[in-house]
């Protein structure tokens, strides 16, 4: 009965108890959420066009934010930084259309996720070898971005919202509403979305493969750097950072690998739910760090009674 | 003309079914086997046995254990080297509850809760297919690693909260702890890899063999061929996870001697994917040929600028380390979806028919 | 090539030797109907299947054909009706259980596993067949070899009735396309069932190729005693091959009868010219 009650009351009763710090933690999930989000977002966007799993969105997270900082350190003002690693990102996604994805066309789709694993480990040894492993300090401040912090006093209490996190909040917002802008609306959005549903078809019309997969990485190439940004500014810029890869992974799973809507809401959902679970239970009840695996197992859950993910269209399977 | 095998004649299917229907590669193996059982332990240095020759056989074992999930039941996994430690940490508790126990039987049982574990996380494989199960392995990766941390009964309540392999002695020799020879461990390691591949070739070559390359073709058309889908997926996590459970007990008794909770971590699961990659999905040999490449990129790494008297920071070799396999995956890929076991069954060909060109 | 081995090598299998007398039925459906979501695939179908008899199933694109097949071997669920296959009544069941009781298919787009040999894909079409489980497997040699043997032995039986001999060890993936129909009807017939469902069996074939399959068809039918259902679009294979002929339309029935009378049908021909529903 203890143990019962410890896991279904008392966590409940701590969260009436103390709203504010419940409301505080929420906004730690809330921004956590929206960089699972972001990163699921450059994942849906290369698997909608071009059927490939791209382990390596969260890895090109990293490189953005270490190309950023390194080009920084070596003299270049933060504000000429952001286009040059664009740039960067840009050539990027060029040489990995021509030198992967070219010669692979057609290839099942396991090849191509697993090439998308050599990405990430070239990549790694590639951004180290020349950045350096150590841990760097995100240029926030080059970059204007604003770092105090509000407090507000709701239930007579504390919560306090640093204005990074409510620019990275507000800043993936307008990215999101841009690309969807972009998707629906132009000529390349909608040649983007035709080739993720036929690939023959869309070449057919006269839609050129490899302008819109360089086009598509390049997108993932600008959302990472938005990414890395934003998080690099919570926590600093290595490779250790590569944890937030695989955090994208469960937030695909429960939104689906199409869905830009459930990218979204899974990611919120997912960063939400595993603050709450590691402060509520995880640490109370777990000896803590639940943070590792809750998202995994939480998707999984849901997956064994969704196959498709929430968001994912019910699959009539054919011969 | 070596490969010659004009002339070799089956009269019957059971000949048909031998384990190297050809001469040659049976003189082939032949002249493996010699070498990996009485040349390399007569010539090896203490080096050689411990940075090649005994990780490169538990590695080996390990992507086998992968391959036969992945490569041949199709069923992708990234949550290897949690399964490894699952081997680990139970062969750790059975001899420390049982000090009598053999450790050859202590490992082998040992498997055995690993493959209880895979079949628990089999389960939703029938509803969770592709990449949403790989993802699914992920939850026992990350679930799994951070259990070994937290539950403190596994490692016998250590301040370290790390496993220290005890003296394990066998018939009077010691075979496992900080005494043990490295000679000893090797043909110990030798002995397992050997059994366990053996019996891996004939459970891929027959009935159960077919039933996964044909879960992993086509899951539709072998349900409608009269495959229990079920059944044959929980078979290959079962066997699977079994192996990679024993290539678990193997990697910290027999090599490394201690292990913390992140040796098990997805690191560790990656380096096991890759080395089945790059040798092959599908196949046995690939994942000896794959072993034998990773493991011994790094050594040649080393000696390649030291050769040439170039001092070279070892965290540099490391980063090239990496992007070269990293090149090497893609390249394998580009070149030979099918992997190094591929590049050989190829070249194999073309010495049976040379010196024509078909 | 004339084969005096096919009476003495392949027998009728075990499964196909039912115990039901030619011309009694094997297989009733009755008042079948299946949807999905909102869409009817088949409303209200029924037919029977006689033993030994060639059954066609025809109709236009869309008619519900294919889906009809899936319901008979338990790939689909349909939502009413029953189905009484060799005297047993069920509403369905998993598919390899259907293959348990001696249901085998082919696939309009063909369902072969791409990775493996002929031989091989052959052999798996045996896997419910045979029974030495792992333990003997990984042992190999004792009864699992004698096992793989005695299998191999009736495999290759259908490689020479098939006349694939030659393809034997080749990849199916790298077969052209009339040859991968030849090995999927050789993994079918592997199952030694009592009833063999073929999706289109011809679909994207020549004349030559067509002929041999007809051939086969009717070889399997006769030598073996096969009771044959087959969904085929070209008409004059279908009238030549079949006793009786079933058309559906727009997942009705709308015909069922020996070959002329439903090529005399209003109906049916109202249908296949297109007329204003």
Not at chain 2, 80 to 91: L, N
Request: proline residues 4%; contains cysteine.
């Amino acid at each position: 009965m203890d143990v019962l009650h410890k896991i279904l009351v008392a966590p409940f009763i701590d969260m009436v108890a103390a709203p504010d710090f419940f409301m505080q933690v929420l906004w730690e999930g809330l921004v956590s959420g929206v960089l699972y989000a972001l990163i699921a977002l450059g994942f849906v966007l290369i698997y909608k066009s071009s059927r490939i799993f791209n382990f390596a969105q969260g890895i090109m997270v990293v490189f953005a934010a270490l190309t950023l900082v390194g080009l920084h350190e070596k003299g270049v003002p933060a504000l000429l930084a952001v286009p040059l690693t664009l740039v960067v990102m840009f050539v990027l996604a060029v040489a990995i259309e021509r030198v992967v994805l070219r010669p692979l066309v057609n290839q099942p789709d396991v090849i191509l996720f697993m090439a998308t694993i050599g990405i990430t480990l070239f990549l790694i040894g590639f951004g180290e070898m020349i950045f350096g492993g150590e841990n760097k300090v995100m240029i926030t401040e080059q970059l204007m971005i604003p770092t105090g912090a509000f407090t507000f006093e709701p239930f007579g209490g504390f919560l306090l919202i640093e204005q990074k996190d409510l620019t990275a909040v507000v800043g993936a917002g307008i990215l999101v509403l841009v690309l969807l802008v972009f998707l629906n609306r132009s000529k390349m959005g909608r040649a983007i979305r035709a080739l993720g549903d036929d690939h023959q078809a869309a070449l057919s019309v006269g839609i050129s493969l490899s302008t819109i997969w360089v086009l598509v990485w390049f997108i993932a190439g600008i959302i990472a750097l938005a990414t890395g940004i934003v998080w690099g500014a919570r926590a600093g810029v290595s490779f250790a950072l590569e944890v937030i890869a695989f955090k994208a992974l469960p937030v695909l799973m429960l939104g689906g690998l199409e869905s830009v809507t459930g990218a979204i809401v899974g990611g919120l959902a997912i960063g939400v739910l595993e603050k709450l679970f590691e402060i509520y239970w995880g640490q109370p009840l777990m000896g803590g760090n639940t943070e590792t695996w809750f998202a995994f197992v939480f998707a999984l859950i849901i997956l064994l009674f969704r196959p498709q993910g929430l968001f994912g269209e019910k699959i009539i399977e054919r011969v | 003309m070596l490969y010659r095998i004009t002339g070799q004649f089956k009269t019957n299917y059971r000949s048909d079914y031998a384990l190297f229907p050809v001469r040659q590669d049976m003189f082939l193996l032949a002249v493996i086997l010699f070498f990996a059982w009485v040349v390399f332990p007569l010539m090896a240095s203490e080096f050689a046995f411990q940075t090649l020759l005994i990780p490169v056989l538990i590695y080996a074992l390990a992507a086998l254990g992968l391959n036969i999930l992945t490569g041949y039941a199709g069923q992708l996994s990234l949550g290897t080297g949690a399964f490894m430690g699952v081997g680990a940490y139970a062969c750790y508790k059975l001899v420390t509850i049982f000090p009598d126990l053999n450790l050859m039987l202590a490992i082998g049982f040992s498997g055995l809760f690993s493959a209880a574990i895979g079949l628990a996380f089999g389960l939703p494989s029938l509803r969770i297919k592709g990449f949403y199960l790989a993802i699914a392995t992920l939850a026992a990766q990350f679930f799994l690693v951070w259990l070994f941390e937290k539950w403190s009964w596994l490692y016998n309540y250590n301040a370290s909260g790390a496993i220290q392999v005890p003296t394990i002695d066998m018939f009077g020799i010691t075979v496992a702890g900080p005494t043990a020879s490295s000679m000893v461990q090797y043909y110990f390691v030798l002995f397992i890899v050997s059994v366990i591949t053996l019996l891996a070739i004939n459970i891929t070559r027959g009935r159960i063999g077919r039933m996964w390359k044909a879960v992993r073709d086509m899951d539709i058309a072998a349900e409608l061929v009269g495959i229990n889908l079920l059944r044959a997926k929980l078979i290959a996590f079962g066997v699977s996870s079994y192996i990679v459970g024993v290539s678990g007990a193997l990697f910290v008794f027999l090599w490394r001697g201690a292990a913390e909770p992140n040796l098990f971590d997805i690191p560790l699961s990656f380096r096991i994917l890759f080395i089945a990659i790059i040798g092959g999905l599908g196949s046995i040999l690939g994942n000896f040929l794959g072993a034998i490449l990773i493991i011994a990129l790094p050594v040649i790494l080393n000696i390649i600028p030291e050769a040439f008297g170039v001092e070279v920071d070892s965290s540099l070799l490391e980063h090239i380390n990496i992007m070269i396999i990293g090149a090497l995956i893609i390249a394998v890929l580009i070149i030979e979806p099918h992997g190094l076991a591929r590049i050989w069954a190829v070249i194999r060909e073309k010495l049976i028919i040379w010196p024509f060109p078909h | 090539m004339n084969q005096p081995s096919i009476q003495s090598g392949i027998q009728a299998g075990v499964r196909a030797d039912d115990g039901i007398e030619k011309g009694g039925l094997l297989l009733q459906v009755d008042n079948i109907s299946l949807s999905f979501g909102g869409v009817k695939a088949i409303s209200n179908i029924s037919f029977d299947v006689k033993k030994g008899e060639i059954r066609a199933i025809i109709g236009p694109n869309g008619a519900g054909k294919t889906s009809m097949l899936n319901v008979i071997n338990g790939f689909y669920h349909p939502q009413e009706g029953k189905i009484t296959f060799r005297g047993k009544e069920r509403i369905s069941m998993r598919p390899h259980e259907a293959v348990g009781q001696g249901i085998a298919r082919t696939f309009q787009n063909v369902a072969l596993f791409k990775g493996m040999s002929t031989l091989d894909n052959i052999m798996t079409g045996r896997s419910e067949l045979m029974k030495k489980n792992m333990f003997w497997q990984m042992l190999w040699h004792g009864p699992a070899l004698s096992e793989e043997v005695e299998h191999r032995t009736r495999v290759e039986d259908i490689i020479d009735f098939l006349e694939i001999q030659h393809i034997r060890r080749t990849p199916v993936g790298n077969l052209p396309y009339g040859l991968q129909k030849r090995v999927e009807l050789g993994r079918a017939l592997a199952m030694e069932p009592s009833l063999l469902l073929l999706d289109e069996p011809m679909a994207g074939m020549n004349l030559e190729e067509k002929e041999d399959m007809s051939r086969f068809i009717i070889e399997v039918n006769q030598q073996f005693g096969t009771t044959i259902a087959l969904i085929e679009h070209d008409m004059g294979v279908v009238m030549d091959l079949s006793d009786r002929i079933v058309v559906l339309d727009y997942g009705k029935k709308i015909a069922d009868g020996a070959p002329e009378e439903v090529r005399n049908n209003q109906d049916v021909i109202d249908a296949y010219l297109g007329v204003p529903h």
